[in-house]
């Protein structure tokens, strides 16, 4: 079983930045997609972005150019650097783990507030 941890979040004025960073345990990390979400009071939750095994990334269109994300697999280890950030940015952010045939996994999430 493949646990997640997120860390990283807090409270920042609008225009800083933060780094989230989701922890795997055990050996599969490398051969699995991660994808961070996000989920604001009273809205669905959303891809923000994913990164392959292979390094391959994609981002949500209100992301890019602020947002990035990248992976470590000698420390199992994801991160979302986050940018410019905006009051619109305010959410709990979830990190994602899908190993094909293995599993599918989240982390408990993390809160990211964005102050005006």
């Known amino acids: 079983q493949v646990q997640l941890v997120e860390s990283g979040g807090g409270l920042v004025q609008a225009g800083g930045s933060l780094r989230l960073s989701c922890a795997a345990s055990g050996s599969t990390f490398s051969r699995g997609a991660v994808g961070w979400y996000r989920q604001a009071p009273g809205k669905q939750r959303e891809l923000v972005a994913q990164?392959?095994?292979?390094?391959?990334?994609m981002y949500a269109d209100s992301v890019k150019g602020r947002f990035t994300i990248s992976r470590d697999n000698a420390k199992n280890t994801a991160y979302l650097q986050m940018n410019s950030l905006k009051p619109e940015d305010t959410a709990v952010y979830y990190c994602?783990?899908?190993?094909?045939?293995?599993?599918?996994?989240w982390g408990q999430g993390t809160q990211v507030t964005v102050s005006s």
């Open positions: 990164i392959s095994s292979g390094g391959s990334t």
């Open positions: 994602r783990l899908r190993i094909t045939f293995v599993g599918d996994y």
